[in-house]
Every structure is written in C-alpha cells, then in structure tokens.
C-alpha cells in the first residue's frame, strides 16, 4: 500500500475510531467532538479554512476508503460523521465538484449543497 493510500484509510477512518467494535460511527463523532472543540478557540477565518481543508481531505479519503473497502458506505469509515458534526454546529455543507463523478464522492459525504461547475467557468 502506498503512502497516500495509508494517508487515506487515517483519514477516513477517523484516525482509527472506525474500527472501534463497538459503534464506530459513534467513536468517529466522540472524535469530531473532541476536534472541533479544539478548533472552535482559533480566528473565525482559520476555523473555517480548516473546515473546508478537511472536508476536500475527507472527499479524498472517502473515495479511496470506499474503493479499498468494496463498499463506499462500511463502518469503518467515520469521516462522513465528523463532517457531519458540522451540521450540529448549525454550518452548512457546499461541494463544488468540477463532473458528476467527484459530485457522486462527494455525495457520500452528504453536503448539503452540491455544485457542478465546469473548471472553465470557475
């Protein structure tokens, strides 16, 4: 397995709380909640490039976690819960993909706003 690929599965798999035995969707937002409460004491806009950095991290390892694991919706994979923490926050979600097949990875993060714009109208 190569190094990004392994960088992928971390990520996806909320640092390993995905392979908790018990509720692991659970282990993965015990995490998120852990994580945000960290990152809510930085500047308004440092919080948000970090949010919007781990949610492009998480569109990332999502679509390779789900290819490795043969199913793109396994428990192990927990990302999609601590995006979801966002929501609780009262943020919302948008995904700009730039064809169909990034929107339909990204869909499995379950944005709340999915845009497809062309690369050369962006």
Known sequence: MKFD???ALIFATGFGSGYSPVAPGTAGSLLAILFFLGISIMHIYV???????IFF???WSCRFAGIYFKN?????IVIDEIIGITREKGLVSVVCANNPNISVAA??????IIAIEPPELI
Do not use: H, M, N, Q
């Not at 919080?47 to 950095?53: D, E, G, K, Q």
């Not at 793109?72 to 192990?76: G, I, N, V």
């Open 47 to 53: 919080y948000l490039l970090t949010l919007i950095v």
């Open 72 to 76: 793109l919706d396994a428990s192990k």
């Open 107 to 112: 869909a499995s993060l379950k944005p709340d």
């Open 5 to 7: 690929e392994r960088i």
């Open 57 to 59: 991290i998480g569109l």
